[in-house]
């Protein structure tokens, strides 16, 4: 059986973290839930990027906003929304029959937001109601800005997608966003039920970044543990996940109808040539969790991925890999708060060079 499929079973989603309007259009996504049950999507400047600039896909519609006059911002929102309204639409199916469990389209606030809870609010507000879609998601990152904009945007009923997640700490935070969120949606008469989101926790940049930690220890004590510092710390936060959402602390919002915010693993293809390209699906299988693969990683998982509840093995072993991280001297406290900055910085980076492609775009159209 497909290995894709399989996920299912297991209680896990498997979403596409990627969007083109190619794919859109050529019956590459209708395959891609028929054939491999996929579930829902996510973006992000980069993607768009590459979309846009790598193809000639969006040129007739740059042209014609060229024509009428459009500025460069005002012409990536007509792009992108049209490609997210048309997602939106293609798993209204799986939005349906899943009860709003998935079918879920993201699109991100632009990251030079990262650190304005108002303008992140506002700039969330207008995208949602933009795309005017039941099953579009917008991300927000967990930055300390970003926290109180979740709140109130689960408290207004807006699905949210929040990203660049690294550590327990920013795990945690999010959880109360969410559930603060809806505390206050059902005090002022909303439905809680209605509203959805996930918590976008990165994978592989942790291991990225406590393996070079780790390499320049020049010791085998410390050459022993890389490569797996992601695993285990997705591991525990698990455990959280599990504590929280099936505990005390959300029993009157699950009462009244609210979903769990599931963790959804990001960053999960796999970046040392040297680790299996599907470690960090093989490794994070679990109920209630949803995993966002890029295209070489889907195939990659297709083709050869191992199906089993891998998320709830040796939490104990994960646990005293993170304190002997500890014991050598690495802090991944610091080491996540870093990759976070770092990745509000990569984010506003793409989300720059997009602009920079689209100007370039729009200026050899003006011309033809």
């Not at 970003?146 to 935070?173: C, K, W």
């Not at 959804?264 to 994070?284: F, G, M, Q, R, V």
Request: aromatic share 8%; net charge negative; proline share 4%.
């Amino acid at each position: 059986m497909n290995p894709l499929i399989e996920l299912q079973a297991f209680g896990q989603s498997f979403w596409y973290d990627n969007i083109r309007r190619k794919f859109l259009q050529d019956g590459t996504l209708q395959r891609l839930v028929g054939e491999d049950g996929l579930r829902g999507m996510t973006s992000n400047p980069s993607i768009f990027e590459k979309a846009i600039g790598e193809s000639d896909d969006y040129d007739e519609q740059i042209g014609e906003l060229v024509d009428a006059g459009a500025d460069v911002p005002a012409v990536y929102e007509a792009l992108a929304l049209a490609d997210i309204q048309a997602a939106c639409d293609m798993f209204a199916g799986v939005y349906r029959e899943s009860g709003g469990g998935d079918g879920y389209v993201s699109l991100e606030v632009s990251p030079h937001l990262a650190d304005d809870t108002d303008q992140t609010i506002a700039e969330a507000r207008r995208l949602f109601a933009a795309v005017g879609r039941p099953n579009v998601m917008i991300k927000v990152p967990a930055t300390p800005a970003g926290i109180p904009a979740i709140r109130q945007l689960i408290g207004e009923g807006i699905n949210v997608n929040i990203t660049l997640m690294f550590s327990m700490d920013h795990y945690e935070a999010v959880a109360r966003a969410y559930m603060d969120g809806l505390t206050r949606l059902l005090e002022n008469g909303g439905d809680p039920a209605r509203v959805a989101s996930v918590a976008s926790f990165f994978v592989s940049r942790v291991d990225s970044a406590v393996d070079k930690k780790l390499a320049a220890l020049n010791d085998p004590a410390a050459e022993a543990l890389m490569g797996q510092a992601a695993i285990a710390n997705s591991k525990l936060v698990y455990q959280r996940f599990k504590e929280i959402f099936h505990g005390e602390a959300f029993a009157r919002l699950r009462s009244a109808g609210a979903p769990a915010q599931r963790l959804l693993w990001a960053s999960t293809s796999t970046k040392n040539p040297n680790y299996p390209d599907t470690l960090y699906i093989d490794e994070l299988i679990g109920p209630e969790t949803v995993n966002t693969m890029p295209p070489q990683t889907v195939d990659a998982f297709r083709d050869h991925g191992r199906v089993a509840t891998t998320l709830e093995q040796d939490v104990a072993g994960a646990q005293l890999m993170l304190d002997n991280l500890a014991e050598l001297g690495i802090n991944l406290d610091e080491v996540t708060e870093q990759l976070q900055v770092e990745g509000v910085a990569a984010f506003a980076k793409s989300f720059d060079a997009l602009m920079a492609t689209l100007r370039e775009k729009m200026a050899a159209l003006a011309g033809r």
